[in-house]
């Protein structure tokens, strides 16, 4: 009776050991929180695919079939960040996700040097792609707003469209200028003509734009005097 009961210890204590044992070492091997959602990849972490379509958790189905990261638009304070357009234009499953991953990583840890570097990567490749007709300047990109500066800011092929005025050269500065000069304009270039000396006027009835003190109506043949 002794000797059963003994044995019945001793196998409670090696199911008990074992069990510690278990507890450890899933405890030690329990992935972070950060990895809870992904499986490793060649170079790295990769968001892990759902079972429903396929896509990767944290992206977004770019136009060209690509995968694209969710919030690109955020990483507008580092001038080679790249627009949405600029991201569907990248195959990011050929190993830029990674890359684009490593680059906001870095730019957390305040590395901005190597956080451009990487982001430069990726912009070169939307260069390459066609998705960027000026790469070198981050002020121009397809699906930029238009504005009136003189550049193509959302790369269709025309300059500041529907940015720009009618108007007229005013020789003489009395704020009434030359029919036959009309020209379109910025807003801003009316008050950087007259800083250098210039004048620009909305208004294109002069016909004696020689005279500052006069100013004759060509519509009606008045003057101003």
């Avoid at 507008?76 to 790249?82: D, E, G, I, V, Y």
């Avoid at 009309?182 to 909305?202: F, H, K, M, N, Y």
Wanted: proline fraction near 4%; hydrophobic fraction near 30%.
């Amino acid at each position: 009776m002794h000797l059963l009961g003994g044995r019945l210890d001793k196998k409670e204590a090696d199911v008990d050991r074992k069990t510690r044992a278990t507890k450890e070492l899933e405890g030690n091997s329990k992935p972070s929180a950060s990895r809870a959602n992904q499986t490793p990849q060649r170079g790295g972490f990769a968001p892990r695919q759902s079972s429903a379509g396929g896509r990767a958790a944290g992206v977004s189905m770019s136009a060209g079939g690509g995968f694209a990261p969710a919030g690109v638009a955020k990483q507008a304070s580092l001038r080679t960040a790249l627009s949405p357009q600029q991201v569907a234009a990248i195959n990011l499953r050929k190993g830029y996700w990674q890359d684009y991953q490593r680059a906001i990583q870095a730019r957390r840890r305040r590395e901005e040097a190597q956080a451009r570097e990487r982001m430069a990567r990726l912009s070169r490749e939307a260069y390459l792609s066609g998705a960027d007709c000026d790469d070198s300047d981050p002020e121009i990109h397809p699906g930029l707003l238009e504005v009136c500066d003189g550049k193509d800011n959302n790369c269709d092929g025309n300059v500041d469209e529907g940015t720009t005025i009618l108007a007229y050269a005013d020789l003489d500065g009395d704020m009434h200028g030359d029919a036959s000069t009309a020209q379109e304009v910025c807003p801003s270039d009316i008050t950087a003509a007259q800083r250098e000396g210039r004048w620009l006027s909305t208004v294109g009835n002069d016909c004696d734009d020689q005279d500052p003190d006069q100013w004759n109506d060509c519509r009606t043949g008045g003057s101003s005097e």
